[in-house]
Every structure is written in structure tokens, then in C-alpha cells.
């Protein structure tokens, strides 16, 4: 109501609202929010599956990003709409949870809200159509758990397609085989086994990338690489078969408090003082030079004189090293973290085959490589240009996290929208059982959940009423892994031309666009802050308010 008019009661308004709010409410509230939801979903629906088209994403000082990653696309646009804020969650809770499967997660939830609107234009209480969407969404996980194929972690080359799977359609494509084994060989390196089960910490596999060389160079290091370099000139630059000492103290004289003093009157206090501060770091560098330990990884500072006198018992040192890489290289070498020099001994050294800086595209690094059993490993991504090597990096992120997610349930679907055809056809089978209106918000969950195929059509230029008849002929004949295969356009067994995908990502799909999307269809009133206080995005009546984005 305009100014804030809330009642009005013998003809004397009363204002509960300040000036300037501006507030909708019914009909309007919920058709301002289902066309901002859409509009994000329209946003992303034409980077999905191989024939996928990439977003250039350029801010307001000319910095670009290019990609196809739909939680990358979502997060760098400048999004203002409170329904469509909600739509960029689903893409991080994906990301966060399993990431890949953004963009299916995000055009699901759109097309929900599309059916939906239907069905409030047919008079049909918001209240049914959540209660109808949460039935449907209950049966939908049951149906993509009953169509699930095991997977263990011997079975590379199932492991391998997911990768493949994952990075199809993005700029990593082209080296996509070669890429593909090194996310399955760094997986394997990480895994731990649990009876059946294998227990997989992504953040053990850590991607460094440097621009330079091609996509081809990419390797998998056996071992840990820091972006550091050796802190003395006069230190060996390779050391093999190194026992390495991590240490997470200063190798410093400690400052004095900042109200103490020391009072030197001669020049043989002073030189006193000095020798007294010598003698302290020699003694410092003795205790890691008595360890055995040929390679120092320091999380502190190490004093000039500590470094000279280290460089001349042939030591290689690097100092400063981040928090992190001090832990993944501890899971690397089986190195303890010493927190008191005065602690360090033999025991709590760990070993690697090889250390040596080493320079790539003009930075020195420092690999350390050839690790007997490592429980942390880095993959170096190259590529030809900067945006090349961050698209390549996101492509292998999709691809490590889809192989942890297809290990963690230990099962697999297949790809090319062979599962959302046969869950939608089961949902409408299902919703027969129902008598009132449930039955048509169960229909149009089944078929919004039908978005993935005809988008996946619609990107390759198919045809996609005709390509969604013939998969649902194929499904009609019990052919549960017949998918588009967007290539030639024809129905095929996804299984047999290895398009698979893990469980959890449909199943994290499904379990938060259709929580979003009830949230969404749930309000009916939106009462934004004063425009005296900000500005406040105007939202005409049945529109979407301007600067959606």
C-alpha cells in the first residue's frame, strides 16, 4: 500500500509503516518472486551438459571471468532480488555439498517455480502445491536410490568417466582423458578405506596452477608443492632421499617486552650482548643440524644469521610457509609439526624422494615430490592464458569432488538425462495414487524434473519435444539407461558410452531446489526497508524489479 497505509478506519488512515516502503503482497509478492527465480535460472540454463556455452562475467573495473561453472556464474553476478538470492544459495549448498550439479539444481528449482505458477493461475493454494512438491520430492529420492549403480574405488575406469563426465563441455574438455586419470590417481592416493566405504578429504588433493605450457602439462605431484623459494642463495636448491623437519616456531632471538630494558654501557657489553645472541641461534641450528634433517619448512620467520649459518650446514630452508601446507605436507611426508625446536628429533622427521625448487613461469617453488605413501598430493594445472588455467582449475575441482561424491555413496547414475526421465515417469505413475489436488503438483514436479533432458537437447540444437518422446518410448520399454546422446542426437545406454554420474549429486540436487523453491512459493507478502534509509529496489505490480542483476 502506498506510504505505508496499512488501515484505514473511519476514513483516518493509520500508518504502521514508515514513508516510502514499498510493499506487495497475494498474487503480486509471489509472481515478483517466481520471475526473479526464473530469470536466474534462464541465466545459467544454457551453459548445461557438453554443448553448454560459456558467461563472460565482467565487473565494473574491466576484470572478466569466463566460465560455464553455473556456482561460479551465479556468485560473481551482482544479484539484488531477495528470491533470487535464494537461487544463488542452492548453487553454493550444491557447491559446498558436492561440487558439480549447480546448474541442474538451479534450472530445476526455476522450472518448479514455473509449474507452480500454473498452477496458482488455476487457483490452487501455494499450501497444496508445497505439500504436493514435497511428496513428489520424497518419491524422487527413492526412485534415483532404486536406479543406482555400485561403485567401488578399484573401479578406475568407472572413476574416470564421472571425471570425464564432469569436465565434458568445459574448457578442459580437450585434455579431458588425460586429466581424468590424474583426478582418479590423486583420489586413490588420498582415500582411506572404511570396510566398504572410502572416507575421502578433497582438501587433500591441492591444485596449484601456473599459466604457461598447455593444458597437457598438467601433472600430478607425489607430494606437496609450496609457493616458496629457498631463503638463502647459498643453500642447495635439490636435496634426495630428504629428511624434513617441519617447524612451526620462530628461529628468532625473542624480542624483549616492550617495557623492558637492557642497560650496556661499554662496547664489551655490547659485544657480549651480540656473541650471547650468536650463540643462541647456533644453538637453534644445532638442534636441527643434530636431528638429521636435511630440509627445513619453517611457519615462522628464520633470522639472517640462523640462515647463514643453516646454508653452511648445506640445509635447505623455506620460511613462512602457510598453515595449510604445513598440515598437507605432514599427511605427505608422515613429518610431525614441532611446535618447540628444543623437541625436534629423528622421529618426527618425514621423508621425501625429492625436494627441489624448481621455476614455472617465472616464480620459484618448491616441490616437494616421490613421497612413500602420501595421505596429501598436489595437481599442477598449466594452461595457455590465465583464464585458461582458471577454467581448468574449476573443471578439475567439479571433477575430484564428483569422484569423492560417487565414493561416499558408493553408487552411480547414468548421464545424458536418462534418470530425470525415469523418475519422472515414475512420479507419474505415482501421483495416480492421489485423489485430490496433490496429484497435479506431484505431475509437475515430474515433469519440471524433465528440464535436464530438454535443456541438454535444446543446447545441442535438437529438437526437444521430439528428443523427450523418443527417451520416453525408450524408458516406456524398461530401457532405464537410455540418455540423449547429444553428439549424434540419438537415444543410447549412457552406461555403455561411460556419460555416468554420482548418486549424491542428483540427490543434493533435488533435496535443495525443492526446499528453495517451497520456501519461495511460500510468500505472500514482500515489505522492503525505507527508501529514506537506502534505496530500495522499486517492484512493479506481475514484474521484476530493475537491476534483477
Given amino acids: ?40 535460472a534462464d541465466a545459467v540454463r544454457t551453459t548445461l551438459g557438453p554443448k553448454g556455452m ?50 541442474t539444481a538451479v534450472i530445476f528449482a526455476g522450472e518448479l517455480l514455473k509449474k507452480a505458477e500454473s498452477l496458482l493461475d488455476d487457483e490452487i493454494h501455494p499450501t497444496v502445491i508445497t505439500k ?75 591444485i596449484e596452477k601456473k599459466q604457461g605450457g598447455s593444458m597437457d602439462d598438467t601433472e600430478l605431484i607425489e607430494g606437496i608443492l609450496i609457493d616458496k623459494e629457498v631463503v638463502h642463495s647459498g643453500m642447495p636448491k635439490r636435496i634426495e632421499n630428504a629428511k624434513i623437519a617441519l617447524v612451526d616456531s620462530a628461529l628468532e632471538v625473542k624480542e624483549l617486552e616492550s617495557d623492558a630494558k637492557v642497560s650496556i654501557d661499554s662496547p664489551e657489553k655490547m659485544q657480549a650482548f651480540l656473541d650471547n645472541e650468536e650463540k643462541m641461534l647456533k644453538g637453534m641450528v644445532k638442534k636441527v643440524t643434530d636431528s638429521g634433517a636435511r630440509v627445513l619448512l619453517c611457519q615462522k620467520g628464520i633470522d639472517d644469521s640462523a640462515q647463514h649459518y643453516l646454508a653452511k650446514a648445506g640445509i635447505l630452508v623455506a620460511r613462512r610457509v602457510k598453515k595449510s601446507d604445513m598440515e598437507a605436507l605432514a599427511r605427505a611426508t608422515g613429518a610431525n609439526i614441532i611446535t618447540n625446536l628444543n623437541e625436534l628429533s629423528r622421529q618426527d622427521l618425514g621423508f621425501a624422494g625429492l625436494v627441489e625448487e624448481k621455476k614455472i613461469a617465472g616464480d620459484e617453488m618448491i616441490f616437494v615430490e616421490k613421497c612413500r605413501e602420501p595421505k596429501a598430493v598436489t595437481i599442477l594445472i598449466r594452461g595457455g592464458t590465465e583464464h585458461v588455467v582458471n577454467e581448468v582449475e574449476r573443471a578439475m575441482e567439479d571433477a575430484i569432488k564428483g569422484i569423492a561424491a560417487a565414493l561416499e555413496l558408493g553408487k552411480i547414475l547414468p548421464g545424458g538425462g536418462a534418470p530425470e526421465i525415469e523418475v519422472a515417469r515414475g512420479l507419474k505413475k505415482h501421483a495416480e495414487s492421489f485423489k485430490g489436488r496433490e496429484q497435479l503438483a506431484v505431475t509437475a514436479f515430474a515433469e519440471a524434473i524433465e528440464i535436464v533432458p530438454r535443456s541438454l537437447a535444446d543446447n545441442a540444437g535438437l529438437d526437444p519435444i521430439d528428443k523427450l518422446a523418443n527417451l520416453r518410448a525408450q524408458h516406456e520399454k524398461n530401457d ?29 540436487a533435488i533435496k535443495s531446489a525443492s526446499e528453495a523453491a517451497e520456501m519461495i512459493l511460500r510468500i505472500d507478502d514482500i515489505i522492503s526497508a525505507g527508501a529514506s534509509e537506502r534505496a530500495a529496489p522499486a517492484m512493479p505490480p506481475g514484474g521484476m524489479p530493475p537491476g534483477m542483476m
Avoid at 143 to 149: D, Q
Avoid at 162 to 182: F, H, P, Q, V, W
Avoid at 483 to 505: A, Q
Fill in 1 to 40: 500500500m502506498a506510504n505505508g497505509q496499512l488501515a484505514n478506519i473511519g476514513g483516518q488512515p493509520i500508518l504502521v509503516l514508515p514513508e516510502g516502503t514499498l510493499r506487495s503482497s497475494g498474487r503480486d509478492a509471489q509472481k515478483n518472486n517466481i520471475a526473479a527465480a526464473k530469470a536466474v
Fill in 54 to 103: 560459456d558467461k563472460m562475467l565482467v565487473d565494473s573495473l574491466g576484470d572478466m571471468v569466463i566460465t560455464n561453472d553455473g556456482a561460479t556464474i551465479l556468485d560473481e553476478m551482482q544479484i539484488e532480488h531477495p528470491a533470487a538470492k535464494m537461487m544463488v544459495e542452492i548453487a553454493k549448498t550444491q557447491d559446498e555439498a558436492v561440487g558439480d550439479g549447480t546448474t
Fill in 132 to 206: 504436493g512438491f514435497r511428496i513428489a520430492k520424497l518419491k524422487a529420492l527413492e526412485l534415483f536410490e532404486e536406479m543406482a549403480i555400485p561403485v567401488k574405488l578399484n573401479d578406475s575406469k568407472a572413476l574416470e568417466q564421472i571425471a570425464n563426465t564432469a569436465m565434458t563441455g568445459k574448457a578442459a574438455e580437450r585434455a579431458s582423458e588425460k586429466l581424468s586419470g590424474l583426478s582418479v590417481s590423486a583420489i586413490k592416493r588420498v582415500a582411506n578405506i572404511k570396510g566398504d566405504k572410502a572416507d575421502i578429504d578433497t582438501d587433500n588433493v591441492k
Fill in 480 to 508: 532405464r539407461n537410455a540418455g540423449l546422446d547429444v553428439f549424434t542426437g540419438r537415444i543410447e545406454d549412457m552406461l555403455k558410452l561411460g556419460v555416468i554420474e554420482p548418486l549424491k549429486i542428483k540427490l543434493q
